[in-house]
């Protein structure tokens, strides 16, 4: 069974920097395009950033510049840097295959880790 486990997620004040991790257990990691999503209050989920296994990577408009996602093949782990933080960078931030692993027809997804941007 797939589990996808972040962490990393804190209060951090505006212009800060945190660092997300994911580890995916899932002997295919290697072989997938993984992403970072989020999902602020309100608001749908939406794609941050996603690298493949060869290392191109995209990202969302509002976070080129400021977050850099990574990935360690020989760990499963994918990772999210984030810097120069904005309030609006609030979310509850999710890893995830790209486009998102869909397991008995449902789209699966671990609990997440929250980012709180505030003074």
């Known amino acids: 069974q797939v589990q996808l486990v972040e962490s990393g997620g804190s209060l951090v004040q505006p212009g800060g920097s945190l660092r997300l991790s994911c580890v995916v257990s899932?002997?295919?990691?290697?072989?997938?395009?993984m992403g970072w999503y989020r999902q602020a209050p309100g608001k749908q989920r939406e794609l941050v950033a996603a690298i493949t296994t060869s290392g191109s990577i995209h990202y969302g408009n509002s976070v080129k510049g400021r977050f850099t996602i990574s990935r360690d093949n020989a760990k499963n782990t994918v990772y999210l840097e984030m810097n120069s933080l904005k309030p609006e960078d609030t979310a509850v931030y999710y890893c995830n295959t790209a486009p998102p692993l869909v397991l008995n027809g449902v789209e699966y997804w671990g609990k997440g880790t929250l980012v709180t941007v505030s003074s």
């Open positions: 899932a002997s295919s990691f290697s072989l997938n395009r």
